[in-house]
């Protein structure tokens, strides 16, 4: 008999994560190395709080948005494991802190397809393909 355990421990989030889009989740950026998970995807879970979901290209004005509001997304913190940002890096973004900077109107460009599904519960996919960089 197979316990909980053993089939928790064969699931990978990124064989069944899904994007915003209803598709398998895309890898935002290896370099540098994004998500809560440090995997390169925007994958979430219930230990990530603050919902990296959004996979964002990083301009000067989100940057200085960001920093104005108390998160410098520039300063490297190595030991977090973070480079700091600059503009046309990639990165999965906090979706609460997207819709912020939607609704100040310097919402970063984003990639739709490397967007975990969970960005829905904070905004409608009609305002993400306004600003996506990868429609088709």
């Not at 699931?11 to 440090?38: H, M």
């Not at 919902?51 to 030991?79: I, K």
Request: contains cysteine.
């Amino acid at each position: 008999m197979t316990s909980r355990a053993n089939i928790m421990r064969r699931f990978d989030p990124k064989e069944y994560a899904r994007n915003v889009l209803g598709e398998p989740l895309q890898a935002c950026s290896e370099k540098p190395l994004t998500g809560f998970y440090r995997d390169g995807c925007c994958n979430t879970g219930p230990d990530d709080l603050g919902v990296h979901a959004v996979c964002m290209q990083a301009t000067p004005e989100f940057l200085e948005f960001s920093r104005a509001r108390g998160n410098d997304l520039t300063t490297p913190v190595p030991e977090f494991g973070f480079p700091g940002l600059k503009p046309g890096d990639r990165w999965c973004l906090c979706a609460a802190r997207w819709k912020e900077a939607l609704d100040a109107g310097v919402a970063p460009p984003l990639v739709l397809t490397a967007s975990h599904e969970a960005t829905l519960e904070y905004m409608t996919l009609a305002e993400l393909k306004k600003h996506a960089i990868d429609l088709s």
